[in-house]
């Protein structure tokens, strides 16, 4: 999408990179600083992202003028963008480990002719890390957060179950195990709410707990998948 894209944009460009991660510790001061008094920059990231995801345009192509309806596109996925760093400076100080990276598992499933082998995974819209914890970021756009739910729901052939919570423990478990040294937490984070990005699931008495490491749920996951 034209935010993710923008989204990326941005910390390409201030991560300071080194072998694909990210080594510059983003500060709250800085991403205020960014939110607050940078508009015309955060613009310019957004006007790019139109270029690839809207526009379709290649290097060097002419970027058509805006209609009136493009430009409240614009200024909606430009507010979005400021949100978005607003929310990051709550969580700051933290530097960026990967962006809209690729991320896959291998399965072997059981059929009638004998085991098919899959591939599972997808792009996490975001790594960052802080303090020893890689925390995957789904960014969430619209909609609002959910309360917590038992892992074995999520899996369930129901319209209203939180679906979106496979994939992302599917990322998590995936990252896990590439990176053992981390600790590695699932995040949801809502752009246009103020939710907490942690993630809470229930046991069977109803009691809350925050998903803090997925290697805590990892195994009874990957049974159930």
């Known amino acids: 999408s034209i935010f993710h894209r923008a989204a990326e944009l941005f910390y390409i460009k201030y991560g300071e990179w080194k072998d694909n991660h990210g080594t510059k510790v983003f500060s709250k001061e800085f991403l205020e600083e960014k939110a607050y008094k940078n508009r015309p920059e955060l613009e310019a990231f957004v006007d790019e992202a139109f270029r690839s995801e809207y526009f379709k ?114 990322y998590a478990c995936i990252l896990a195990d590439e990176h053992p040294e981390y600790t590695v937490t699932p995040s949801l984070l809502y752009i246009t709410k103020d939710a907490s990005p942690s993630i809470y699931l229930k046991n069977e008495e109803g009691e809350k707990r925050e998903v803090e490491n997925i290697s805590d749920i990892s195994q009874e996951y990957t049974l159930l998948l």
């Open 57 to 170: 345009l290649k290097e060097g192509e002419k970027t058509p003028e805006y209609s009136g309806e493009q430009l409240i596109h614009r200024k909606v996925e430009t507010d979005l963008l400021v949100r978005l760093l607003k929310r990051d400076a709550e969580y700051a100080p933290f530097s960026i480990f990967e962006l809209e990276k690729e991320h896959v598992r291998t399965l072997e499933i059981p059929t009638a002719s004998g085991n098919a082998t899959v591939k599972v995974g997808g792009i996490v819209d975001r790594i960052d890390l802080k303090e020893g914890i890689l925390r995957t970021v789904d960014y969430k756009t619209s909609g609002s957060s959910s309360s917590a739910v038992t892992l074995d729901s999520i899996f369930l052939p129901d319209e209203k179950r939180e679906h979106y919570l496979v994939q992302v423990f599917l």
